[in-house]
């Protein structure tokens, strides 16, 4: 095995040692600093149109409070929105990451990888899918922020929450999503479309996420 294939693994057990002891007893739930329905009640000139995630849907996802949202129509939105916020993670009560979830809703990563776009507050790094499902394409572009950083490798974001935890007793974390139609083939509009609105959301979370 090669030496940089353990480091994942040693992540892992290290965090699962820091959760064993310290950061179990120490964590609890952090509230926002204003609602999760005050982001983005508009992007790009377009207005919101909310919807709602069914109660089975939300109990599996554990997420303390959400948005999904819909710009342009709701049966043919330009893009959508989903911001999920667990005011503590836990054991069966953290984040559900994308990468798993998606094929699980039956939609296919075709392309893989991460992006650097830039920001008011300096250049962030989100992860970048192109997803299929029975002739549907869409890009999907998520990060996972909170505890003052916008991170998306799920190594580090998983290290940070122990260490978190196990430093401030903190382990608070939202989720953000943004989904875009591929119309036709035209993936670099679909891009365009979600890098466009990366660096107003993640200015926003940060106006409604707790400070570190």
Known sequence: MASGSWIPAGILAAGCMINGTVAARRAGPVPLRAPLATVAPTMNGLAAIDDTIAADERRV??????????????????????????????????????????????????????????????????NRYRVVNQGHNAMVYYWYQGRGRVAHDEFKVKYELLRDAALHG?????????VVPVTGNDVAHADSVATSVVAPLVSDMKRVLPTL
């Open 61 to 126: 996802a554990g997420m303390s409070s959400y948005v999904l949202r819909f710009y342009g129509s709701r049966t043919a939105p330009t893009f959508t929105i989903y911001v999920g916020y667990y005011d503590e993670q836990r054991q069966g009560k953290s984040i559900h990451s994308p990468k798993n979830c998606l094929p699980g809703d039956g939609w296919e990563p075709v392309e893989s990888g991460a992006r650097t776009i830039a920001t008011a507050t300096g250049p962030v790094t989100v």
């Open 170 to 178: 903190r382990t608070e974390e939202a989720l953000v999503r943004i």
